[in-house]
């Protein structure tokens, strides 16, 4: 069935004969007609909250913004656009959210390279936020991406070869295109799917960032912290992003009202939270785990942040 999906999609639309028609004709690139500024999701979509379409080869594509999320998944080759100023390249089996304020154009797609839109209406994905627990900082960008918010930037998964995203996102094409009754519900839970699966990958995300410096530093600050939270510190972050060690420590406390310390140690508490409930692990092998070499600091401040020691955690869940 997927292989049928993957042809259909490879093989050329009328809008791609015109294309290259023109461009036969005219040995210059042909320029995506009837493009608006900003493009509304109702133009797309007549019935029902989804619609997934190719974007069209062989044409540039001008600058625009949408009033919807879209997301874009590269079912062949390669394509490159202009995401919020900044020169992006995704190669098959990459993703990306596009917020509705970011802006883009694209350079002309060639035979092989296959871009998928999901053009998706905002509320397709309310049914989704009771499910997805957004605890972390780094989730909440997606979150609001996901919900249409206008502080959002755009969201890159270098996903290529994660198996269980590909069979999933595989499962959503062949769902759409079955056209069953039960679309629209199947589509929704696959895509609840998709995103929970996603945020267990956040090491593959990069955000496409616009002129907004203080969305760049909250997102690699919750990135690096989620990925390196037992060995993270704020001079190898501060290293990292190229910034001054003291203006970066007071510009995630005016952010996030939080010194870079305390975010460390929220995250900290969370895996060794996760880890008391789910395994019998001995509680000083996981403090040393999520990065405390202390004891006694460690379990003052699990007591302090959580209100029990840890051994009276663990033993609350079993009642």
Known sequence: MFTNIF?????YNEEELENLKEFKKTNQIPIL??????VDAKSFIKEGMILIRKHPRFCYVRKHK???LEVNYILSGEITQILDKNQVTLSQGELVF?????EHEFLPAHENDVLLNFIVLPEFFDFIFPFININGNLKKFLVNLLSNKDESNSII??????ESIQNIIKNILITYEEKDQRMNDLLRQ???LLILELLKHTDVAEESFNANYDSIILFKTY??????YSTGSLKDLAALLKEDYNYLSKRIKKLTGQSFQSLIEQERIKACKLLLESTDVNINDIAYHVGYNNLTFFYKL???RVGLNPLEYRNSLKT
């Open 302 to 304: 699990f007591k302090k």
């Open 157 to 162: 998964f270098r996903c290529s070869e994660i």
């Open 66 to 68: 949408h009033n919807y």
């Open 98 to 102: 596009i917020s509705k304020n970011s």
């Open 33 to 38: 007609k009837d493009l608006a500024q900003v």
């Open 7 to 11: 042809d259909k999609y490879l093989s």
């Open 223 to 228: 990135n690096y912290i989620e990925n390196n």
């Open 190 to 192: 696959y895509f609840l």
